[in-house]
């Protein structure tokens, strides 16, 4: 806490906030700002929510120094930029950004939140480094009155997930974090300027594309789909590499690439990665500023998974979507201390000094080290009168909440 101090104006919230943290990381069930108040010992929730409505502090710039300890930690010449987005499921229509839409947390249609998220991954760790939320169009950018009751800045307007993705990777290139390739799915390797902006910077990249997507192949003389030009492969081309252990073990693939173009040393490449059970195929667009070998590209493919397991983690074990808040202000802030806690697990899994654990034992996991944690660090013995307090408190709210949605209906 001691990084982000000083982006706290007064010592309350700077107080308020490393509780909060500490909540985040914590035994407690959900990660609301009514149980985090009570684990915190508080009388009541109000501090907790200050700190997200109200408080005067700046969440880009606490978001700014996590990713720069984060870099410190793991930062790595070959680290791979991912992006990709995460629904919160949500009910009513008042929190920022939500509305019916297609979430891969649900895996179909649902009332929710999304958010597009930027992970940096090198081979010492992985971790979450920025945020934004993504705001429909026609629901809310298309709606002033509704933007201006959430909060929301006069100056943010209606983005895309790839322009987003877009704003978060120059931030990061901008601040020096070192990576050499930037990886995501269909959504991202669909825009032709999020590819434009990598391959100005030099940064390659390994972005899934649809089975629908032409490419130009015989030195740009020949104009085909993908998904045609994978069924010409000769059966002795096809190679089989991992692209990263899994939870049961390597993820074994066979891989083709096909070159697309060569200039000045620029290399593109069409990579097709088939599962040998299924037969299922993926297809990706690749550029490098240099030539690399296959196994380069297969494994910034593999790389993607990394984001899917830190939303896992970071929902998991710090309540990633444990929020109750319905604001943009709110949602920037309790996402940006989850993503702190967060760091805190990831750098103490990279740094941990650990003998080699052999085959008998695996290597500490941060869903250990936060049990750990919890255990000779974080452990908090409660008074019964604060526990009954506590209880008492929330029955209470309760009971007031259920008369005024009563009253509300009976007035309809």
């Known amino acids: 806490m001691t990084r982000v101090a000083g982006r706290f104006v007064r010592a309350e919230p700077r107080r308020t906030a490393g509780q909060f943290v500490e909540g985040l990381l914590s035994g407690v069930e959900r990660k609301t700002c009514w149980s985090l108040a009570e684990r915190a010992g508080h009388d009541d929730p109000q501090a907790m929510q200050r700190l997200l409505r109200k408080a005067v502090w700046d969440a880009d710039a606490v978001r700014d120094d996590v990713r720069d300890w984060l870099v410190e930690q793991l930062g790595h010449p070959d680290g791979v930029l991912v992006t990709d987005e995460t629904g919160f499921l949500k009910k009513g229509v008042c929190s920022v950004g939500v509305q019916r839409q297609y979430t891969g947390t649900a895996g179909r249609v649902e009332n929710s939140q999304v958010g597009v998220f930027l992970a940096y991954v090198s081979p010492t760790g992985r971790a979450l480094i920025d945020r934004r939320l993504y705001l429909p169009e026609t629901t809310w950018c298309q709606q002033p ?28 290139l901008d601040a020096g974090v070192p990576a050499g390739w930037l990886t995501g799915d269909e959504v991202y390797g669909a825009d032709p300027g999020l590819r434009a902006d990598l391959e100005q910077r030099g940064v390659g990249y390994v972005l899934a594309v649809g089975c629908d997507r032409r490419v130009h192949v015989n030195d740009g003389r020949t104009l085909i789909r993908v998904d045609d030009l994978a069924e010409r492969i000769p059966t002795t081309e096809w190679q089989q590499h991992s692209c990263g252990p899994g939870a049961k073990g ?43 070998p296959l196994h380069t590209l297969v494994t910034v493919a593999g790389s993607r998974w990394s984001i899917e397991e830190l939303f896992q983690t ?23 201390l989850a993503m702190l806690a967060l760091a805190v697990l990831t750098i103490l899994a990279a740094t941990a000094q650990q003998p080699d654990p052999g085959p ?13 944690l919890n255990a000779f660090v974080l452990a908090t013995s409660l008074p019964p009168e604060h526990i ?15 008369r005024s949605h009563y009253q509300r209906r009976q007035a309809n």
């Not at 006069?154 to 877009?166: E, H």
């Not at 008998?360 to 750990?372: F, G, H, K, Y």
């Not at 009954?388 to 259920?402: D, E, G, M, N, P």
């Open 145 to 172: 009155d509704r933007l201006a009751a959430a909060g929301v800045p006069d100056q943010v307007g209606f983005a895309t997930k790839p322009a987003l993705a877009r704003e978060m990777i120059a931030a990061a």
């Open 250 to 292: 390597p993820r074994d693939y066979l891989w083709a690439w096909i070159t697309t173009a060569t200039n000045r040393g620029e290399q593109r490449w069409l990579l097709i990665r088939r599962n040998r059970t299924t037969g299922e195929l993926a297809y990706y667009l690749c550029w490098s500023p240099r030539p690399v």
């Open 314 to 336: 970071g929902k998991g074990q710090i309540g990633l979507d444990h929020y109750q808040v319905r604001s943009w202000t709110g949602w920037h802030r309790f996402i940006t």
């Open 360 to 372: 008998e034992i695996i290597a500490l996991t941060v869903a250990e080290i936060r049990r750990l």
């Open 388 to 402: 009954l307090h506590w209880s008492i408190w929330r029955r209470t709210s309760q009971a007031r909440a259920r």
